[in-house]
């Protein structure tokens, strides 16, 4: 009897401790509204978060419904895994902004772009902010069109989260990373708001590659688009179509440049980077040299060519007689 005792007081003292001590069960628990400004930012929200919204409108003295701008609508539950989820929306917004109407001439006010906050900031140093400011600003996308092209039309005040440098699962990574670029060379209404040009169609000007759907889904655009870079992660020189890399060798060998850009997280933290260690991704066509394969396939090449040889021979023979 007193054994069970004890044995009971010992199972709940370990509960007791994993509950309060394993960090990891309690974060499994984290909702949005554990984020220090969820409360403050649902103010905002409460309009700003649906396709419709709801006001006392003082003059009629009654309550009216409307429509929201669509381009003004925020995904909340984007925004609290976004890099600045732990943000109050009005760190980057005028707090005039709290009184509805907003006053028309809010939407006059400078927003703070990424060097402001980032700039020289030792605890961003592994993103090396200073190269890719220098690299965006060298791109077709900033000789062209210069500060009216931001930073933040590529990462989404309210979405942008980092995503190559997590590691988690690559074929989301090609996703997320390819629909920032199509989210305007896919979107005529996005792509319009700095040219009158017509937006090529990427799939026609993209029809020289084979089996464009499947390279579509494993690699980036900004792999063939951008020059390569030693000292970040994401290389931002987006060059000018002539330069886009077209060669198939270029990725389908064995000193592949997608070892310098789409796997460089892999060769960072690994040291070196081979094709046939990935399970997931073990035959890049050309990326693995196997030289007994290549030994046996020369034989075959061989046996063949004799083969074809003999034959001639043997016909020739076979016809002069
Ligand atoms: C009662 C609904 C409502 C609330 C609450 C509200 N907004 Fe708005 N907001 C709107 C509407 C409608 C527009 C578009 C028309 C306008 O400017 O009045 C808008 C426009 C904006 C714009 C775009 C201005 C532009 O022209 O570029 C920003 C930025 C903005 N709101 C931020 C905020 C912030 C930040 C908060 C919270 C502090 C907030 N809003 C609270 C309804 C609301
Ligand atoms: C990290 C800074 C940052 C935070 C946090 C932020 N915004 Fe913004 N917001 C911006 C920037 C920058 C723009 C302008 C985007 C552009 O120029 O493409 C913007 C644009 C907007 C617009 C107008 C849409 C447009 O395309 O012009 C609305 C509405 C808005 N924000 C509301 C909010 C609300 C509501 C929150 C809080 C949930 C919030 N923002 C949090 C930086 C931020
Ligand atoms: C208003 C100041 C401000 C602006 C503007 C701003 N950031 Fe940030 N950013 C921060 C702060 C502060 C954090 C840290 C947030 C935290 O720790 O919760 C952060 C976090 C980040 C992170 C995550 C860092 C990490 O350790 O995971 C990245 C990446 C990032 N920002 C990129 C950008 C980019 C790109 C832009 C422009 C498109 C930008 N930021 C604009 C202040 C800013
Ligand atoms: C043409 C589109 C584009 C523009 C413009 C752009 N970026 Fe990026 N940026 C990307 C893409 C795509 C990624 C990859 C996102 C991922 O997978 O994490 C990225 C990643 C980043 C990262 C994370 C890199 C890492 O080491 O994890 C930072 C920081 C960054 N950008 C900063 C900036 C700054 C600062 C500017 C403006 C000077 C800028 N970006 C302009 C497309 C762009
Ligand atoms: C905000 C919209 C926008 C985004 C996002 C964007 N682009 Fe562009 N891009 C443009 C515009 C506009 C042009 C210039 C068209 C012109 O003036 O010739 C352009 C030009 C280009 C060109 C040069 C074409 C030529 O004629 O030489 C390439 C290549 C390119 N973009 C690739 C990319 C890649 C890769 C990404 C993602 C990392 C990206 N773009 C993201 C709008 C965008
Ligand atoms: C395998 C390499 C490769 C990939 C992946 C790739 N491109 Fe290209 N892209 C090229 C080449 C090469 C050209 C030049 C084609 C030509 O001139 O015939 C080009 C042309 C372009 C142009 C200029 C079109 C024109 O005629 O004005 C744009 C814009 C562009 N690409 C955007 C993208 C976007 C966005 C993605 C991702 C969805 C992407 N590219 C993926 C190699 C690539
Ligand atoms: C930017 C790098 C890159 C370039 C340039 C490139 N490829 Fe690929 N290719 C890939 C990747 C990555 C895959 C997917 C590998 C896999 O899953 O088998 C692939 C797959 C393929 C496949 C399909 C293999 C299968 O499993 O079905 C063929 C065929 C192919 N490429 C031919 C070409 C040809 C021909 C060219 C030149 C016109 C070319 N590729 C240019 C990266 C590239």
């Not at 997590?166 to 997320?176: F, M, R």
């Not at 030693?230 to 000018?240: E, I, Y």
């Not at 046939?276 to 075959?300: M, T």
Request: net charge neutral; aromatic share 12%; charged share 20%.
């Amino acid at each position: 009897m007193k054994k069970k005792k004890t044995y009971i007081i010992f199972i709940r003292s370990l509960l007791f401790f994993l509950l309060f001590f394993c960090p990891k069960l309690n974060a499994q628990e984290q909702t949005t509204n554990t984020f220090e400004y969820a409360e403050e930012n649902q103010q905002c929200l409460k309009c700003h978060g649906h396709k419709y919204y709801n006001y006392f409108n003082t003059w009629i003295e009654k309550m009216v419904r409307e429509r929201m701008n669509p381009y003004f609508v925020i995904d909340s539950a984007e925004f609290y895994q976004s890099n600045h989820r732990n943000f109050s929306c009005v760190d980057c917004h005028s707090s005039d902004y709290r009184k509805f109407p907003h006053s028309g001439e809010l939407r006059m006010e400078p927003r703070a772009g990424c060097m402001d906050c980032h700039g020289g900031d030792e605890t961003y140093a592994k993103f090396n902010f200073e190269q890719i400011d220098e690299e965006f600003r060298n791109s077709v996308h900033f000789s062209k069109y210069s500060d009216e092209f931001t930073c933040w039309m590529c990462h989404n005040p309210h979405s942008y989260k980092t995503s190559a440098r997590n590691n988690e699962n690559l074929q989301k990574t090609i996703e997320y990373d390819n629909n920032i670029c199509l989210s305007c060379h896919a979107d005529i209404s996005e792509y319009q708001l700095l040219t009158t040009l017509e937006n090529p169609n990427i799939l026609e000007t993209h029809d020289w590659l084979p089996n464009q759907v499947l390279h579509f889904k494993n690699v980036r655009c900004i792999e063939c688009h951008t020059q390569i870079s030693n000292n970040v992660l994401v290389a931002h020189n987006v060059q000018p179509k002539e330069k886009a890399v077209k060669l198939c060798t270029e990725c389908h060998s064995q000193n592949s440049i997608l070892k310098e850009t789409l796997y460089k997280y892999q060769k960072e933290i690994s040291g070196k980077f081979e094709f046939s260690q990935r399970e997931d991704f073990p035959h890049l066509i050309g990326g693995n040299r196997i030289y007994l394969l290549n030994l046996v396939s020369i034989i075959i090449f061989l046996i063949t060519l004799g083969g074809v040889g003999i034959h001639i021979i043997l016909r020739l023979i076979n016809k002069s007689t």
